[in-house]
């Protein structure tokens, strides 16, 4: 029988017994991370892009692999181990999701990280989209906060944005009337053509 997570779980969750499984593990795999953009639980981020993809009308296995997207790269969770609780489907797109951790050079791991998604297939550029989605969302949040992500002196946001900025030409490449690209589009589009201005905000 599956372990319950503590407290409620997402309603969106309900009716999806093996997303709810992936959400048990994740939470407990994530437990004590928080995500950089504004610390909340790391596991907001995995549930955003379950979110993401159960309202894009995607099948719940995608939903489950969104949720434990991130677990093979920072948690003690493997894609193995994945795999036998979850199957295959699951685990192929957790794998395709996964970074390759021996390429120290960021810009190298990312370009490997696109192409490995888009040498899988449909159902992991699906969950890519959802996660960069997220992300980009994250850094909007950032830039609210005041941070000039926008800031070429800014070297991590600039290699991020750039990221995304490649993930959405390679998705459009694969996909480009997908609900979730064209969504990742307008986010990146707002971010660099309407960027958040803390400094107008009322004090």
């Known amino acids: 029988m ?5 407290g409620p779980a997402p309603t969106f969750l ?15 795999a994530h437990e004590g991370q928080r995500r950089e953009s504004d610390a909340a639980r790391f596991i907001v981020h995995p549930l955003e892009v379950a979110a993401l993809l159960h309202n894009a009308g995607h099948r719940e296995p995608l939903v489950a692999a969104g949720i434990l997207h991130d677990s093979a790269e920072q948690t003690d969770l493997t894609v193995d181990g994945i795999r036998d609780s979850f199957g295959d489907e699951v685990a192929d797109i957790v794998a395709a999701m996964t970074e390759d951790s021996s390429i120290a050079d960021f810009a190298a791991r990312k370009r490997s990280l696109r192409q490995q998604i888009a040498d899988h297939g449909s159902d992991a550029t699906a969950v890519y989209a959802a996660d960069k989605v997220a992300k980009v969302r994250e850094l909007r949040s950032r830039a609210a906060r005041g941070e000039n992500v926008l800031d070429p002196s800014n070297r991590p946001a600039q290699e991020k944005l750039d990221h995304y900025l490649q993930s959405l030409f390679m998705l459009e ?31």
């Open 14 to 28: 309900l009716g999806l017994p093996l997303a709810l499984e992936a959400y048990a593990t994740a939470r407990r």
């Open 173 to 203: 490449q694969i996909m480009p009337e997908h609900p979730l690209v064209r969504q990742l589009r307008f986010e990146l589009e707002m971010l660099l053509e309407l960027p958040p201005r803390p400094d107008l905000l009322a004090r």
């Open 2 to 6: 599956t372990e319950e997570p503590e």
